[in-house]
């Protein structure tokens, strides 16, 4: 059985800020790891954690690298994007550009796009070429 795990699942577990919360979701996610649950979530969900743990909790980006690369080596949870997820950690972690730039630039050349549409100059350090309507 596959059951969807929401952002506060993840977040409890990361941030261990609501002590019985964080108990259950450890224990949830220990049962996935050893193969007693299949858990599922989507890449929204993956950039929602990272939106709260860089602007409420005012992570610091290598911290949050961390967790979420650990999150994403867990057993028996499926992660939509997984593999463009940890790639465009490594490209977030060497440029002064947003997580969600650092993933569309990964996303693009993963399907063959060179170019895209933005006023968003981060993408001009990613080497990616940007246009302008």
Not at 33 to 40: C, I, S, Y
Request: with cysteine.
């Amino acid at each position: 059985m596959t059951l969807f795990v929401d952002t506060n699942i993840f977040l409890r577990f990361l941030t261990h800020d609501h002590e019985e919360q964080y108990k259950r979701c450890t224990s949830l996610l220990e049962k996935a790891k050893r193969g007693k649950v299949h858990l599922q979530t989507s890449a929204l969900t993956m950039f929602e954690i990272i939106w709260t743990l860089e602007s409420y909790y005012e992570e610091p980006k290598q911290s949050i690298i961390e967790k979420m690369t650990g999150l994403l080596s867990f057993p028996n949870i499926t992660v939509e994007h997984r593999d463009v997820f940890l790639e465009a950690f490594v490209l977030w972690d060497g440029a002064s550009v947003s997580f969600n730039d650092a993933f569309n630039a990964i996303w693009m050349q993963r399907e063959e796009i060179s170019s895209l549409y933005s006023y968003d100059r981060g993408f001009d350090r990613l080497g990616v070429q940007r246009l302008e309507p």
